[in-house]
């Protein structure tokens, strides 16, 4: 399984060293890691993104699906589809073209990695609240589909280690809410989601108070983001393959469950945060 990438965007598109370990990490690592499985007769899941989907407008007919024609607009979603198509490249020159499987996910986040985006919304959220702020300024231009590392290890499990699902190309995301179906979820709607766990949770009695004034349903201010790094609108509709433990995930469901299986832990990231916004009192 190759989870390896080079992930900042930003570095991709403006910095020269950027670009190559770009290049070299998502293209030509995954094109290695194919030849040596094809050739020793292995079979390979590799991990892509939605970054390499960018759609103007939102509905369902017109959510990215995996058999949809990509087009990255970006330096590293470019890459990351070159990847998936020298993934593909090597396992048909070895005659195994079956052997492989590419599971696209999108604005993946967990615990092991503290600059995930529930992280930074928790840590934001503290230090608002120690700096007497009523709100958070939170991109609204971006729509997607927020997966959790653990959705995305049990959907290779229950489709790849426990039995190998036949196809090439997944998305690896859980469903959309109902009432969201047509235009995805924005990343200050997934803030709004992680926060509102926090209500009443707080071991501080003024990090309780302030974030529970932040994480009311109003609390963000939409803001847009001007770089074009990103797909405006990337959210994909999940695979018909999505089986066992993933079947029928809802992706705000889900974040409102990994923050609470992980609320102690949070909380002492963000009190940490609060405290050091507040001069270490």
Known sequence: ???????????????????????????????????????????????????????????????????????????????KLLGEQFVANAFAAAGRPDWYAVCRTSWLYGMHRSKSFVHKIVAAAAKAAAEGKDHLDVTANERSVPTSTDFLCSFIIDGFVNEWRKGRIFHAVPCLPLEKKQCGVSRAEWAGAVLRQFRGCGRDADFREAVARISSDGFVRPVERPKSFYPVFSAMKPSAAVVGSTAGCDCLDEVGRFVRANRAELLDFAEKAFTEARGGQ
């Open 1 to 79: 399984m190759n989870c390896a990438a080079m992930t900042d965007t930003k570095a991709a598109e403006e910095t020269q060293e950027g670009r190559k370990l770009s290049y070299s990490l998502n293209a030509l690592f995954p094109m290695f890691a194919a030849e040596s499985c094809a050739k020793h007769g292995l079979r390979l899941v590799h991990v892509s993104t939605d970054y390499v989907f960018d759609q103007d407008h939102a509905a369902d007919q017109n959510m990215p699906r995996d058999y949809s024609v990509p087009n990255p607009r970006s330096i590293y979603g470019t890459h």
